[in-house]
């Protein structure tokens, strides 16, 4: 069974930086990636990185923020610098398995302005 344990998410002034992790348990995980849902709006892609190293990026964080992971503690973790207040928005951890694709419960990022 895959559990996963997301931390990090706050109240932070634009210009800030914040860094949010996700450790996954449970079973080998290919993709990890993080996706954000802003009030009133769909959720979407903020990062991805395969198990290799390969990551994606949404535009509108490309420069700002770093996706990484350590695959011996199966662990992603999302580098969110120069933040601005369009970033706000709940913060989901995905992960998939060869069976299976599984959601964080979310940790909700706050920029003031």
């Known amino acids: 069974q895959v559990q996963l344990v997301e931390s990090g998410g706050g109240l932070v002034q634009a210009g800030g930086s914040l860094r949010l992790s996700c450790a996954a348990s449970?079973?080998?995980?290919?993709?990890m990636g993080w996706y954000r849902q802003a009030p009133g709006k769909q959720r979407g892609l903020v990062a991805t990185?395969?198990?290799?190293?390969?990551?994606t990026y949404a535009d509108s964080v490309k420069g700002r923020f770093t996706i990484s992971r350590d695959n011996a503690k199966n662990t992603v973790y999302l580098q969110m610098n120069s933040l601005k207040p369009e970033d706000t928005g709940a913060y989901y951890c995905n992960v998939r398995t060869r069976l299976a694709e599984v959601w964080g419960q979310g940790t909700l990022v706050t920029v003031s302005s």
């Open positions: 449970g079973s080998i995980f290919s993709t």
């Open positions: 990185i395969s198990r290799d190293g390969i990551t």
